[in-house]
């Protein structure tokens, strides 16, 4: 039973009721942050894995290659030893399968795959982000269609199905069809007149308001924790650039490293 119901005659049970509905407001906004957050963690992890992967497997080839250099000038057992684990880090090269499962789709290869197969330039990425335009659209829509604000249980489920095609379309960062979304809300059923409600069952939804904002908190921590989440937070305004300042550096240790192993090959 929705909580918003007309319960003026009880003063104490509106105040309640008004908690309640601050409560919701305020939670609505905190998944906004935190779903916000996810889909920069998720694109960042896949941006950094596309344009550092390799740059991070060459330096762990070179340092295997290396290991075994010195291993074969010295004859050391322990520089064999340490030979042996440098390849041990070493990552094997995935199948085929496994190597086009991330490269292609019914249309054929991605042109980054045909890039690299070709060796031309990949192109660069996408934006880490989606645009302000995308993050307001979102915003707006979720503010309007979140489940908490469902007048029953067959409008929660209108708005849960609602909301999983906006979380898919800002994922992807596409404008075009939030502002379908947007339409296709404002032309939808109007939510029916609020009933009353007690102040046991106010009571049990600020309850599950409070668990469900602890939750969220973990995930936000997780995420917030996580090493790509600590990335993110390091650069916020531009986490594209943090990744050209790391590709930068990882280039420098790969042009060392393939300078000691020419001097010990040599």
Do not use: C
Request: net charge negative; proline share 5%; no cysteine.
């Amino acid at each position: 039973m929705n909580p918003e119901a007309d319960i003026s005659e009880d003063p104490a049970a509106e105040r309640l009721a008004q908690a309640v509905r601050a409560a919701e407001q305020a939670l609505i906004e905190f998944e906004i942050a935190v779903e916000t957050f996810r889909v920069e963690v998720e694109n960042f992890s896949r941006l950094h894995h596309q344009r550092l992967g390799p740059m991070y497997a060459r330096l762990d080839e070179l340092e295997a290659l290396i290991a075994e250099a010195v291993a074969a000038r010295s004859g050391s057992a322990e520089d064999v030893r340490k030979a042996r684990e440098a390849r041990a880090l070493v990552q094997p090269l995935p199948g085929v399968e496994e190597l086009l499962g991330g490269w292609m789709d019914s249309e054929g290869l991605f042109p980054e795959a045909t890039a690299m197969l070709t060796g031309q330039s990949v192109q660069p990425p996408k934006r880490v982000r989606p645009s302000d335009e995308v993050r307001r659209a979102y915003r707006e829509l979720v503010r309007k269609a979140h489940p908490d604000l469902a007048a029953d249980e067959a409008d929660r489920q209108r708005r849960e199905e609602f909301l999983v095609r906006v979380n898919s379309a800002y994922a992807q960062g596409d404008e075009a069809t939030l502002r379908t979304l947007a339409a296709e809300w404002a032309a939808g059923p109007v939510p029916g007149q609020r009933r009353a409600s007690r102040s046991e069952e106010l009571y049990a939804r600020l309850e599950w308001l409070a668990e469900r904002k602890e939750m969220l908190s973990a995930v936000a921590a997780e995420l917030e924790s996580s090493a790509i989440g600590a990335m993110i937070k390091m650069a916020p305004d531009d986490p594209d650039g943090l990744l050209t300042e790391i590709a930068d550096g990882l280039v420098a240790q790969i042009a060392e490293r393939e300078a000691r192993l020419a001097s010990l090959v040599g």
